[in-house]
């Protein structure tokens, strides 16, 4: 059991940080404008995209990558100046509509421009060989895609921390988090500071959206829904608008998720032996592996949890202020 248990920790550890990837995009447009984006996830489906047709063209994935972040991040800032800016102010219901629309108009250029191309509606990611195969550490087999998602997530998570705590720009960002009608009047250009912040988090979505196709091996202009509601669940676990919380809400998300699949499986997998008959029997009878494919259910169940007893979040608030 000790190199399972093992295994199961370093899955945990890869799917929370790409969780913590994908939220922390989300927390910080919210953290200062209290806009939930939900077009979020469709930035990292046309980053994919762009991924996809790039390093399928024949291009190095030194070249497709910056390429994709920068398609992404263009995209993002097009989003905010004509679909999000003209609304500041207005009623949350009416930005949180705009989202949803701008979401439906990236789906259906996807789909419009996959068929002009003569694509399939749904298309095979070519893997690069960096992000293919596994790498074998004694007993724990890990996948170099989790292990790349793994690094990757760690070292942008801890440059973004350095950029708003250490920074000019990133301090300004707490500000208008804090209140942004104030920081308006302190100066600060809450334009730039709202641009900046969609440029970030569209350059994590489009990092976050290659590793997600990585993983799932296939693409089509509807995957952008279930990552976005994993990054709205670990944003909300951790503390819907804190940076910090979307980061630990990202973890405990991975880690809900490999574990109550590995609970959910332990009456099939204790070997014969290691306990009592009976114990094993009863195990074998209500913790059947069967019950794996249920586990986004038990993963809303602890959402409902988190929400009764810790409604903020682990990190989060009551106050309207923000941790970023």
Known sequence: MGPYLLQQIVNALSAGSLYALMAVGLAMVFGILRLINF???????????????????????AVAIPVMIIATVGIGLLMERAAYRPLRGAPDVAILLSSFAVGQILQNGTLL??????????????????????VTIGAITIPKVNLVSFVIGIVLLGLLSVFVTRTTLGLSMRAAAEDLGAAQLMGIKVNRVVAVAFAIGSGLAAVAGLLFAVQAGQINPYIGFTPVLKAFIAAVIGGFGSISGAVVGGFALGFLEVFATTVTGLGDILPPGSVAPGVREFLQQWLPSSLASYRDAFVFVA??????????????????????
């Open 39 to 61: 077009a979020h996830g469709d930035l990292m489906m046309i980053a994919a995209y762009v991924a996809a047709f790039a390093i399928g063209a024949g291009i190095p994935l």
């Open 113 to 134: 421009t996959t068929r002009l191309a003569s694509k399939p509606q749904q298309i095979a990611f070519p893997s690069p060989d960096l992000l293919s195969g596994v």
């Open 303 to 324: 959402l409902i949890v988190v929400l009764l007893v810790r409604p903020q979040g682990i990190l989060g608030r009551r106050d309207r202020g923000d941790t970023l």
